[in-house]
Structures are given as C-alpha cells and as structure tokens.
C-alpha cells in the first residue's frame, strides 16, 4: 500500500488502472477548425484525439528512443580507443525507458491536417501527447522584386478580368503534407470533395 500524502487516502499499489494515464493538450485552433467548418462538437474532437492516444499508447513507439542504448569510451573488436554504443544496462534503461509517437493525418471526413506527437515512460505509465495544426510550421518566403511582380499580375487581373493563373513563376510551392502512424493504427487520409463525386 502507499499513502497519497496530499489527500490523505490510502490506495492499494496493485489497483492503479492498467491504461495508460494520459494527458493531452490540443490547438484550439484546430478545435475551432473542425468545429466551425464540420459542426463537430468539442467533446467529441476531445474524445477522438485522446481515443487515439490510447491506442497508441498500446503500441510500440514509431519515434527512436535514442537513450535505450547508451554509448561509452572503450577499446572495440579491432584494438581502437572509441566511442561504443551498447545495450543499455537494467540500471540505465530504468531512467531512459519511454516510447515516443508521431502520427500525422486528417481528421476523419476533413481535409484539416493535424501533427499528434506522444511520450509515453515506460514504469510509469505515464503518456503526454500534444496536437497541432499539421504544417503550421511551414511558411512561405517571398521577396521584394516577387511582390511586386505579384501586384501587376494582380492589377492585370482585375482591369482586364482575367482568370487567376494557376502559379506566378513559381513563387508559391504548396506544400505537401504527408500522413504517418504507429503501426497498427488507421492512416487517417484526406476527404474526397463530394462536388467532384457528383460529376463523375
């Protein structure tokens, strides 16, 4: 038994729950999104991020642990003097021990990305996992000779009511957005245009 000192209550060692005790931390952006654009409800998008997160908790992380294995100075099989990399002793590994996460896809009937990223420690049991908008952390550059390009094909566009050219000299490159996952779990892709089924 062991004694939770802040409320006073005694609780059995053994009667913790076998899930993982997650917490989570979601963009409110990206709430805002699915809510406004699909009338989501936001307990469910709260549910749906944190169903994920149990699920992959369940998983083997597909994020290398770099501290399961620890390097040390000593002589190799050849007689040199270098770094050696090794399987982490019990002792070691006890400290380092976790799983981490990445799963980026689209949420479900969308065609908003999102970036999940997760660390569960492995003795613990504990899992923290964040969910961002997917690519929010890509920007564009354009320069001043760019800009200006980009307000005579404006103007042209507009006096002569000409239709807007796909690309401008290559200014603008969309970036692609590529969907990953643990393995085991769903690739959540993009969602068709209902307009474009019609036609066909």
């Not at 989501?40 to 998983?59: R, W, Y």
């Not at 990223?117 to 997917?134: P, T």
Request: proline content about 4%.
């Amino acid at each position: 038994m062991w004694i939770n000192e802040n409320k006073g209550e005694k609780m059995r060692s053994d009667s913790r729950r076998d899930d993982n005790d997650n917490h989570l931390k979601i963009d409110d952006t990206l709430i805002s999104l699915i809510n406004d654009y699909h009338d989501v409800p936001t307990v469910e998008i709260i549910c749906f991020f944190n169903d994920l997160a149990k699920q992959m908790g369940q998983l083997e992380g597909n994020i290398v642990n770099k501290n399961k294995v620890k390097r040390r100075m000593g002589v190799d099989k050849s007689g040199k003097y270098r770094w050696i990399t090794e399987e982490a002793t019990p002792d070691h590994a006890r400290y380092y021990d976790y799983d981490a996460y990445a799963f980026r896809g689209y949420y479900p009937g969308s065609k908003i990305p999102f970036k999940m990223s997760g660390v569960k420690q492995g003795d613990w049991r504990v899992a923290c996992w964040v969910v961002a908008i997917g690519d929010k952390n890509k920007t564009t550059s354009i320069n001043r000779d760019e800009l200006v390009e980009l307000e005579e094909v404006m103007s042209d566009i507009i006096l002569l009511d000409q239709v807007f050219p796909e690309d401008v000299n290559g200014v603008y490159k969309k970036k692609t957005f590529r969907c990953m996952r643990p393995k085991g779990m769903p690739l959540l892709k993009k969602a068709k245009d209902v307009s474009k089924k019609k036609e066909n």
